[in-house]
């Protein structure tokens, strides 16, 4: 008597990964954002402003760094429209990251919005050097966060 096989099947269904990250060094950052400012750090020693904010500085190693507000002020360096996500952006549709310099001299990745990532808006309305803007987004859920936005 032959046995009847049980079939493998596979079940999907998607799974959620709450990462729990150390923010204390960066809460300013975190905080200023919930208040519409971007923040950052800037070397006491040297005057030197990074972005992201460090604890110390990666010029002269001082930790003696103190909380800036930036201006929101940046220009555009490249840009690209993802098409293929990571799994945590899987339900987002087509986004553009750009890389932008601030102002203040750092430079900064962060989504583009306010263009359509669209090949052919993407060529015609996105140029390097095109003024940004810097925007704080509060989200009902989760982190807040900011995007760039044409100025
Ligand atoms: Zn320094």
């Given at each position: 008597m032959s046995k009847k096989e049980e079939k493998p099947y596979i079940l999907s269904r998607p799974l959620t990964l709450i990462y729990k990250l150390p923010i204390s060094k960066t809460l300013p950052f975190w905080e200023g954002l919930k208040q519409g400012k971007f923040m950052t750090t800037k070397c006491k020693k040297c005057g030197r402003i990074?972005?992201?904010?460090?604890?110390?500085c990666p010029s002269c190693y001082s930790s003696e760094v103190e909380w800036v507000e930036l201006s929101k002020e940046a220009e555009l360096v490249t840009a690209t429209a993802i098409m293929v996500k990571p799994s945590s952006f899987a339900q987002e549709e087509t986004y553009i990251?750009?890389?932008a310099k601030l102002k203040e001299g750092p430079k900064a990745v962060g989504w583009l919005k306010g263009v359509k990532p669209d090949p052919a808006e993407l060529k015609e309305k996105i140029k390097p050097g095109m003024k940004l803007k810097v925007e704080t987004i509060v989200p009902k859920e989760g982190s807040p966060y900011y995007v760039f936005v044409p100025a």
């Open positions: 990074t972005f992201p904010p460090q604890a110390d990251v750009a890389v």
